[in-house]
């Protein structure tokens, strides 16, 4: 079955883009180039012909003297015929050596300009290959991941089941039975939260990031995070707080990816700050949208990192082993598929904060949620009300649920 074309992503565009500049900026620099040396050519030879006509003067009236001392002033009528008559004659030759000078010009322009064309066609013919063959590639790793991590789930799923079986029939398990459950769950949720990320990062390449916005309460949205994640701060010895106004917030969101955009800003907050620290979370509206923080009091970036952080597979440092550097690219991505932002505020020793918006209803037309990146990762939205059931689809429950 044939695979369906891959439509052009942002990083494709961006590259035809900067082509498309560069060849400008090399064909401006040609034609600049070759009129600097066509007008020092034309400037050489008009000098040339100057010092000739100078020359020729001044050997004009030097003859004239002598003919004139001569006393040949009868043979000054037929000198000027003569004289008018070279001149002439000078003139057509410099017309005609003018006109063979721009029409080498011309040949030479029109043999680079089809020489540019036919290596540019050679250059687009191997870049449209090169582009097949990793669409094919892509295409296939896609597909294989999905299949893996739909049989991965399964086995996971088979393991957490399992789980519940080793619970003895009456009474409470062993404290160490116990913690080794808790701890197996532990790495579950974990493998899951992966192989989620993973699953929709390949989702987000091939334009097809799900997000389904309907309506709903941003307020009821932060204190279930915050309450999501209490416990794995409180393990932690941190401190955790919501700053909440007081009365519903509404708005347009995917739950589930919102949850997800939360999990990953907390957990964020909590990697980098030390035991006794603070992670807070607020909420507020201003300017016709909701402004959504996670502020923590950890250690903090320096102001080249602030964007740098929401690139694909960032790390802090080349040893840093602390997560796979997908959250908050991921984050960026539900955000901006919601026609929000996303921005990292920090100082070093003086902890971070990371912003991200939601338009509030009314500052748009309605249907254009996601509009923003429509342009970069064309989706296709599952229904409304209804699971993504789709093989290798993310489980978005609260990773404490799952």
Known sequence: MARKPRGRSAGRAKTDDSLRTERNKFDDAVKGGRAAAERHADGLVDHARSVADAVLSVARAKADHVSRLRGGATEEGAVVGERASADLAVQGERATADGVLRSDRKDQADALAALLVHERAVTDAYLLTERARSDDAVANRDDFLGMVAHDVRNLLNGIVLSLELLRPGEGEPEPHVSAAVDRIRRYVARMNRLIGDLVDVTSIEAGKLAVSP???????LVAEATETFRPAVLEKGLSLSAEIPPGPLLAEFDHDRMLQVFANLIANS????????????????ARGMLRFCVGDTGMGMPTPMLEAIFERFWQVGDGDRRGQGLG????RCIVEAHRGRIWAESELGKGSRLYFTLPLPGSRRRGSVGAGVARDKARAPRRRGKP??????RDTRPWRAR
């Open 328 to 331: 908050l690219y991921i984050s």
């Open 388 to 393: 993504d059931r789709r093989p290798g689809a």
């Open 214 to 220: 309907i309506a709903g309460d941003a307020a009821a």
């Open 270 to 285: 909590i990697k980098f700050t030390p035991p006794g620290g603070k992670v807070t979370v607020r909420v507020e509206a």
